[in-house]
């Protein structure tokens, strides 16, 4: 194995060796084909074994019942925050959102070109450091849905209790999809883009219930339907092959180690090993609040920006890559996906003993 450095990157992200192993050899020659992975027709026999065993491995780890839809789309997740108003919010109608960071809030945006937005909750105030629990909204009861973020990716924060609501739930779990158990019939739809848990960027997965597709009044650009894909298991145009291919590897490897009870032991984990060390001193400071910690990006201050801007060109040049927080943030973000390894985490820990010692 050539040197790998830890590469906490909040995405496009690491993935599994193994799993770039594979892909480097069938880009070139997919099962003795003679052909190369991405030269492939979409429409051959072998391909559609690729999404077929995708959709499959997808089904079985997350236990997403019959009544519904698994779609491979493109457009990033950032399609899905106008094509989720569009195919569920027709005019007149009004539709529920929790601001709990850059990412909900461009979703916002996008939903207010469709109908009403109710926000019901916003942490914009205090730099999105928390995210709400149950009781500190109320959903409009004419609300068509109810919207959040699980994890935000930027701020490091992320719901540990679902909203609970009766009302259809709609998620974009871009950045923890697969990192823990879930109950996927309590959501109408979950959306996520491939990149940061589950693949290459280039490919986002659509879980919909049934009853919700084909029920907008709108009129429907064809692509921007989510019945047009449902109608032809996501085969209406090219699909974006080579994502989907991996994002099957990369199912495969999830579930050789043990499926996503296990990932989400390992999450914790990592996480708590991170956290522990960023407490155990006030040289360290977390940027969300305790109770909102994400398992997936882990935030943090030092006490100067001379500090920060030290600290990610130290760590760099120690193999501890794609440190340095977002710039509404500042400071650290740890990205500590599923396929990060636990090793990575003490690495970063060592160093950050051995940064304090030398810069208190
Ligand atoms: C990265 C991210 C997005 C944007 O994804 P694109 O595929 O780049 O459009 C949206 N939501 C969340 C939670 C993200 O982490």
Redesign the pocket.
Known sequence: MPERVFNFS??PATLPYEVLTQAAKDIVNFQDTGIGLIELSHRSKEFMAVTDEAEALLRELMGIPANYKVLFLQ???????AMVAMNLLSPGQTATYLNT????K??IKEAKLFGNVQVAYSSESTNYDRVPSSDEYEVAPESEYLYF??????FGTQFHEFPVTDKTLVC?????IMSRQLDVSRFGLIF?????NMGP?GV?VVIIRDDLIGKSKNFLPTMFNYKTHADKGSMFNTPPCFAIYVVGLVLKWLKKIGGVAEIEQRNRAKAALLYNRIDATDFYRGHAQPASRSLM?VTFNLPTPELEASFAKQATSKGLNGLKGHRSVGGMRASIYNAFPYEGVEALVAFMDEFEKGNR
């Open positions: 909040p995405g457009g990033g997740a950032s399609t899905q925050f960071g850059v990412w909900a461009n979703a973020v699980s994890n935000n990716t930027i974009d779990m871009s950045s923890d996520a883009g491939a990149q940061k960027a986002t990006n």
